[in-house]
């Protein structure tokens, strides 16, 4: 399995194809269009505002963060420039992900409140957990002390006014011990304090159906993100609606699943610029799908 290992991960696939009317889809976003930065993860140390105006005029809302640290903060900015610097492009940002390792390793918070200073100062709602140590969860009592340990960071998060987030990749569902590190956290987390954050494209190249999951597990799923499998080579990202995955008929349940925001992520590009490629997306999204 492919890993993101400071930041995050990988996976992903999909099916169906039922067509959805356009008033079916346009009431439910009302936050616009968002990518999670790691997708421009090469240009943005070399010029954050630059980037960060080119993300604005490619047709995006919103941005997510990643790799925040208090001694780099953003590329270089802290977390009050570079909130001016979105603020200046007409862009918000609702989640961040932060890396929570030292947290559910040793149970320090010194990161952690470095991460909930930063959300303050940016404005954002949700800290998300993009990953974990693959160390923290080998075995069936690992998934349950996580699980422990994430209620206690969202019950944090609540005191200062923010909500826990989980990103997933496709590991979360290897079987151990008869159960999975995903279930164990739909199950054994409080849904009122922590929001999962669905990769689609790793669900799906995880065999599961994303819809299924918002089935058994309505209005757990306050983010998504948006991210398409390409059609020769599945471990490859491409242009949402230019690769297999019906975001259409996933997307069309978005009430069902709770979805507030919705998250282009691209982790690789092939044969064409990024910028040409996050505004090829950011468009489908909004001619084809109405968001």
């Known amino acids: 399995m492919t890993s993101r290992r400071t930041f995050l991960a990988q996976a992903g696939l999909a099916s169906a194809s039922m ?22 993860r090469d240009q943005l140390p070399k010029d954050p505002k630059g980037v ?17 640290s208090k001694q780099n903060g953003f590329w270089g900015l802290s977390a009050k420039e570079f909130k001016a610097v979105l603020r200046a492009n007409g862009l918000k940002t609702p989640s961040g992900h932060y890396g929570m390792d030292e947290f559910f390793s040793t149970g320090k918070t010194e ?7 930063a959300a303050h100062a940016t404005g954002q709602t949700y800290i998300v957990i993009p990953s974990l140590n693959h160390d923290l969860i080998k075995t069936a ?37 008869g ?5 164990t956290i739909l199950a054994k987390t409080d849904p009122s304090l922590v929001a999962m ?8 190249r995880a065999g599961h159906d994303p819809i299924s999951i918002f089935k058994k597990h309505p209005g757990r799923f ?9 059609k020769a080579n599945h471990e490859l990202n491409t242009e949402i609606g230019s690769g297999t995955i019906d975001f259409k008929t996933i997307l069309g349940k978005a009430k069902l699943a709770g979805i507030k925001h919705y998250l282009v992520e691209q982790e690789n590009f092939t044969n064409i610029d990024p910028y040409v490629s996050i505004a ?12």
């Open 19 to 40: 067509v959805l009317a356009p008033s079916l889809l346009s009431a439910k976003s009302v936050n616009g269009v968002g990518i999670q930065l790691y997708s421009l």
């Open 52 to 68: 960060i105006a080119k993300i604005a005029k490619a047709g995006y809302k919103e941005v997510e963060t990643f790799g925040y």
């Open 111 to 117: 990161e952690f409140y470095s991460y909930i200073e």
């Open 141 to 177: 009592a690992d998934f349950n002390s996580i699980a422990d340990k994430m209620n206690k960071a969202a019950a944090v998060c609540k005191k200062e006014g923010l909500k826990l987030g989980y990103h997933n990749h496709n590991f979360e569902w290897e079987k151990v011990e």
């Open 179 to 183: 159960t999975t590190f995903y279930d």
């Open 197 to 204: 954050e669905m990769d689609i494209y790793w669900v799906v």
């Open 222 to 230: 306050a983010m998504v993100h948006v991210k398409d499998m390409d």
């Open 280 to 291: 090829k997306s950011a468009k489908y999204l909004k001619t084809k799908l109405y968001l």
